[in-house]
């Protein structure tokens, strides 16, 4: 999602970066490696700690991938630069992708690096507003993207809240600020695993409300995305690489310490408390529910049921049969057929 990161922000800068179930893979590296492409969502961030921890431990050398990292200019940019083959691999989110594919782009999910929606409804106020119910005459901020509004109207909906009792704001990326400065009694857009372990660290004592727990359908929030032609040409490199991730984001539900300084060794910037805070909190879900399936596993029902949400709510087209067309296990430890 375009992420709403003005707190964040502040202690991250764009670095330069050339830098599984039960059942687990082997791949057997090639004589000479080959070369991957991956753009980020956004900057180097928690979210991306299995990443940087795959890089550190020589995972994707192991599998005889060359990585290379790229950091996009605009958040927007990364499956637009997957459909034109400037990047081989995207991480992006469940809503961007399913939208991308709906105007037409060729891409599908190989794997959901976080398995729940990280996006949350979140206020300072926690006196006044306990439930989404007490939204009610108040206003909520947005990042003025399509799909917040729709969660902000099904949670309204859900709560029993008149749509016209509430105002939504769009303030653009500077939701926590919207907060801070009270132009807004709450936000909808802000993660509960980065900007929410920030202002619980800061002493602000955020009241964070998840998207899957007020009718919101769950979602994968972040996936990691390829181009279909791409990937039937390069479907070993596929392979190779997202079992690499894996391994990546098992060494640091094992080791979190570890994995968060590889990540901010890439990424200097970043506060390493915080980090390893944020590491911590989102290590659940970084992994499925069901422990008898791999690390990345994509559930097609709730991908179905919330493709069929997007539907609803007016942000596609055409009713997308998202847990046949938009995904695939394939590539997943002990999925390839």
């Not at 764009?14 to 991956?38: D, I, M, N």
């Not at 695993?193 to 202002?199: I, K």
């Not at 980090?275 to 290590?283: D, P, T």
Request: glycine content about 8%.
């Amino acid at each position: 999602m375009r992420r709403a990161l003005a707190l964040f922000a502040a202690c991250t800068v764009a670095v330069g970066l050339t830098a599984c179930g039960e059942k687990e893979e082997t791949t057997t590296p090639a004589a000479q490696k080959r070369t991957l492409t991956l753009m980020l969502d956004y900057l180097p961030n928690p979210d991306h700690v299995g990443l940087y921890a795959a890089l550190a431990n020589g995972d994707f050398d192991d599998a005889g991938l060359d990585v290379e990292v790229q950091v996009p200019s605009d958040p927007a940019a990364p499956l637009k630069l997957l459909q034109a083959g400037r990047v081989d691999l995207a991480i992006s989110y469940a809503p961007e992708l399913l939208i991308a594919r709906d105007k037409g782009q060729q891409v599908v999910s190989v794997g959901a690096i976080a398995q729940t929606p990280l996006t949350s409804l979140m206020t300072l106020d926690r006196r006044r507003i306990e439930t989404p119910a007490d939204l009610r005459g108040g206003r909520v901020g947005t990042a003025g993207i399509p799909y917040q509004s729709a969660y902000l109207r099904t949670i309204l909906e859900t709560a029993g809240v008149p749509l016209d009792s509430v105002k939504e704001t769009s303030v653009g990326f500077n939701l926590v600020p919207a907060m801070l400065s009270r132009r807004v009694d709450a936000t909808l857009g802000a993660f509960w695993n980065v900007e929410g372990v920030q202002l619980q660290r800061a002493r602000r004592n955020p009241r964070i409300i998840r998207m899957e727990d007020v009718g919101v359908p769950t979602y994968n929030e972040l996936v990691l995305a390829a181009d279909k032609e791409f990937v039937g040409e390069h479907g070993d490199d596929v392979r190779a690489f997202v079992q690499a991730l894996a391994r990546g984001y098992e060494a640091a539900r094992a080791d979190p310490q570890a994995a968060t300084d590889a990540l901010v060794a890439a990424a200097p910037d970043l506060d390493p408390e915080f980090s390893l805070a944020s590491v911590r909190a989102s290590l659940p879900v970084f992994f499925p529910a069901a422990e008898d399936k791999p690390w990345g596993f994509m559930e097609p029902g709730e991908w179905n049921r919330y493709g069929a949400w997007m539907y609803a709510q007016g942000l596609l087209g055409a009713e997308p049969n998202a847990g046949a067309a938009a995904i695939t296990n394939e590539f997943l430890a002990g999925q390839s057929g």
